[in-house]
């Protein structure tokens, strides 16, 4: 296999790399392909990588804006205090200016990412033209699961932090757990490391729904079967959905955990086409 430091930087080299403003600094964006405009936004404590098994086969069919959310990956903090739609109106500003005049892009947003998405659909109203939610938080639903995860911080051997960062990918991200392998693990302690914003309080927050009855784009969701974050509420997301647009599509994909673009790709890129093409 592959080195998986070596995997994503050869993923990176294959990029144009941009930065808008971002308080005093810049937020960091990554351009491929070609095509019409397809923005995917990351999860909490992620970056671009939680796209990292998307790119290539998208971007065969679209060009890719995919940003490093303000105080995640490589891009500078958000200035304090911040919330939801004050990170959303940094985002929004950049892909904005990435855009040009007039024109229009699709919006997928992963977990943290579908909360800022959202905000950023109300705020650009038609330049958006489909949003797509993907195990979206903000939506104020009451979870039915514990999810308890282990501080890897606590732990300064770098062996045992390794095996906190698999615990915590087995508890929160993916449904099976003989799917983590060093690519995965690789992927989530660099994200951990570099996450100063803290997006979990956010995402709890019901702050999407506020957002929603504003979006004129039309709103699709996909979910992974298995997401934890979902457990046993799947019926009452897709019900919630179709509150605000009685013709939204929802996907639940088999065998997929919250993480659902990761650890079903092929299932997760037809339902994401079926969503587009809707």
Known sequence: MTDPAAAVAAL???????????????????????GAPLALLHGGYGSWTHWFRNIEPLARRFRLLVPDLPGLGDSDRPPEPY??????????????????????????????????????????????????????????????ASIELVNWRDYPDQAAQREVHRENLAILMLADPRRIDDLTIHLQTRNAERARTRSRPLSRAA?????????????????????ITARGTLDEHRRLLRSFQPEAT???????????????PESFHRALLAALED
């Open 250 to 264: 929802f996907a639940a994909i088999p065998g997929a955990g919250h993480w659902v673009q990761y650890e079903e």
């Open 12 to 34: 990176e080299a294959r990029a144009e790399i941009v930065r808008t403003p971002c308080g005093a600094g810049s937020m960091v964006w990554h351009l491929w392909g070609e």
């Open 207 to 227: 702050t999407l729904l506020t957002a929603l009855p504003q979006v004129t784009a039309r709103l699709h969701g996909i979910w992974g079967e298995l997401d």
């Open 83 to 144: 919330s939801a739609a004050s990170i959303a109106e940094i985002v929004g500003a950049g892909l904005a200016s990435l855009l040009g005049t007039g024109a229009s892009v699709d919006i997928v947003g992963f977990s943290f990412g579908g909360l800022i998405g959202g905000h950023i659909a109300a705020a650009m109203g038609a330049r958006v033209r489909k949003l797509i939610l993907v195990g979206a938080g903000g939506l104020g639903m009451p979870r039915r």
